[in-house]
């Protein structure tokens, strides 16, 4: 399989090699959480960084523009389904299947063994069932982020046995993760995801927010920060929001986010809801939005309906900003909001309780103020982007460390 684009950079030789990969062209949550990290590593010089990516996109030009080295790895058609439908192919494709694994296999080794990799950092678990054989004949240490709140049965106990480390993004995570595969001792760390978030404290953007979407300047806000995925669970938004709406006649919804499938059906199904209920003034669609953080800065309460969330980048993104929050109690999700410290937890799928919460966080002032001093503190103890780099390096400087000595 041809290398294309390889740079190795040869400057600062006595510093590790380490060498990170996606298999999302598309920058998403855990894409971003990548992306933060690296950014801060690259800012330090803390390490000799390589970016292999299968499909160019928007996460590779990030990447590029930072002016880490890069090459593109490209995969074969059925690896990159399977990568995407995990055990969904047909029994006949498994067969071309593994023959475009061992290519990518032999591939990646060559390129590991050739820019001196001493660590090879998988940013999903997709990606580390992808590489794992690979890192191994190269003989350099695998490290996989695991960042899903679901099983996907066996093929979870082959990650973990694939990869050398694994760094788990939540407490409640790594413990699922345990129950499910019935593993008592699992491998790696649980570090938390950081953001670095440099316009935290501008001021004058509440007024300009609701201008923008010709809303009353003592319009009441509930941001919603997801991609139209079914795990998000618009559909119980939009019935908490009607009830909400009733209750608070300041209230407004805002919901940020885009629709990745090709028909836009996940989008077209949620604004028919809003529409059937009457909401079509109160919930606005936004779309994609790359001033998220503009948006954090205006709005009243961050609202996060998912029935699955590993670890809510938009949550993290929110009590930095010290924003309430209202959550469904999943994955890691207890671990960012402390329930009644920086906001409310409620049942995954529960649209009444969703909406009184939100409700709540309207009329309680004295509790939002609360909320917002707590959500600062407890992001500047655990979610910064300084702080994950610094947790990440030593993590990663303790398995190179034991290569080394091996």
């Known amino acids: 399989m041809p290398l294309v684009a390889l740079e190795i950079v040869l400057v600062d030789a006595d510093k590790p090699v380490v060498v990170f990969c996606d298999v999302y062209p598309e920058i998403y949550g855990a894409q971003r959480s990548l992306l933060e990290l690296y950014t801060e590593w690259h800012r330090q010089g803390r390490y000799r960084l390589h970016f292999i990516y299968p499909v160019a996109g928007e996460l590779s030009e990030a990447i590029g523009a930072l002016g880490i080295g890069m ?35 032999r591939a990646l080794k060559g390129l590991l063994i050739e820019l001196g990799a001493d660590l090879l950092h998988c940013n999903t678990d997709r990606a580390g069932l992808m590489n794992f054989v690979g890192a191994r004949w190269a003989g350099c240490p695998m490290v996989t982020h695991f960042r899903r709140d679901c099983s996907f049965g066996r093929l979870d106990g082959l990650i973990h046995r694939g990869t050398t480390e694994m760094i788990w993004v939540s407490n409640r995570v790594r413990a699922e993760f345990s129950r499910n595969n019935e593993i008592e001792k699992l491998k790696g760390r649980v570090i938390y995801n950081g953001r670095g978030l440099p316009d935290r404290d501008s001021h004058g953007t509440r007024d300009e927010v609701r201008d923008e979407f010709d809303l009353p300047r003592d319009a009441q806000l509930a941001l919603v920060v997801a991609s139209f995925d079914v795990r998000k669970d618009h559909e119980t938004l939009v019935r908490a929001a009607a009830i909400a709406c009733r209750q608070e006649p300041r209230l407004y919804f805002l919901l940020a986010g885009s629709d990745f499938t090709p028909d836009q059906s996940r989008w077209r199904k949620i604004e028919g809801m809003v529409s059937d209920t009457g909401l079509s003034g109160r919930v606005l669609f936004l779309g994609h939005r790359r001033d998220i953080g503009r948006l954090l800065r205006a709005v009243d309460v961050l609202v996060n309906p998912a029935k699955e969330e590993a670890l809510g980048g938009a949550l993290i993104e929110a009590i930095g900003y010290g924003v309430p929050c209202v959550a469904t109690d999943t994955g890691g999700t207890a671990e960012i909001v402390p329930p009644g410290r920086c906001g409310f937890l409620v049942p995954r799928q529960d649209h009444e309780a969703l909406a009184a919460r939100t409700v709540e966080l309207t009329r309680d002032e004295s509790t939002c103020s609360a909320f917002r001093r707590n959500a600062r503190a407890h992001f500047d103890e655990n979610f910064t982007a300084a702080r994950c780099a610094e947790n990440t390096a030593a993590f990663f400087d303790e398995i190179i460390e034991k290569r080394c000595v091996g």
Do not use: F, M, V
């Open 71 to 105: 090459t593109h790895l490209a995969i074969g058609p059925l690896l990159g389904s399977y990568n995407k439908r995990l055990l969904g192919l047909h029994w006949w494709e498994y067969a071309p299947l593994a023959g475009e694994l061992l290519a990518h296999s």
